[in-house]
């Protein structure tokens, strides 16, 4: 049964009728749900998984990778960098999650919109939201972490937003070599500037990603941009 929408627009959905109607989340996305002719979102979101793209881009990841995953607001960025972990984390892979912008909360949330149960990689999936984030911070936490765990940043633009931390190229490049020396593959998650919405091309571009500050984009191995359901991969070299 195809769904009228991807499910990231479905998940939007049914957060405005959440806030519309004062409902809790969870019903909220069933109703959804059943307007799409499935049973409840459970099933929704395991037929989603199903078709979903992150297995396949998962495969085309090595430990030692450096991946750039590149979006406007809304169009699934996150929800990519949380399946790429879940991926991982089927194969017996760590899954570890840093984000400067959501709550752990938010992360549970996005779980039950993927259709995936987070206890059931409880002691693979761990989830860190400090202020303190950056790739010192990062390296420290991660200095025992078995080769191929799968680690997200969420997200890029916000590593250098303190001061009191190096820029942006020096935390990349330190990250880089930290992934390679340890044999971790880890995912940036990094906002698209406004300028694309005027464009007239269907996909962002590394051109289109969004720098407060300067940064070699060819720090990055490979490359993922999303937008209305469709995705482009690349490796760029």
Sequence with gaps: MKMSAPIYHLKRKARKLSR?????????????????????????????AAEAPAGKLFQQLQPGDLLLVGARPGHGKT????????EAMKSGRPGVFFSLEYTEEDIVDRFRAIGVDRAQFERLFEFDGSDAISAG?????LASAPRGTLVVIDYLQLLDQKRENPELSV???????????????????????????????PLPDIADIRLPNPLDLKLFDKTCFLNNGQLAFQATR
């Design 20 to 48: 519309a109607e004062d409902l809790p989340l969870h019903q909220a996305l069933d109703r959804i749900a059943l307007e799409e002719g499935y049973g409840g979102w459970s099933l929704l979101a395991a037929k989603a």
């Design 79 to 86: 929800l990519m960098g949380l399946e790429l972990a879940v």
């Design 137 to 141: 911070y990062i390296a420290e936490r």
């Design 171 to 201: 935390q990349v490049r330190t990250l880089k070599a930290f992934a390679r020396e340890r044999g971790l593959i880890v995912v940036f998650i990094s906002q698209i500037d406004r300028s694309y919405e005027r464009s007239q091309k």
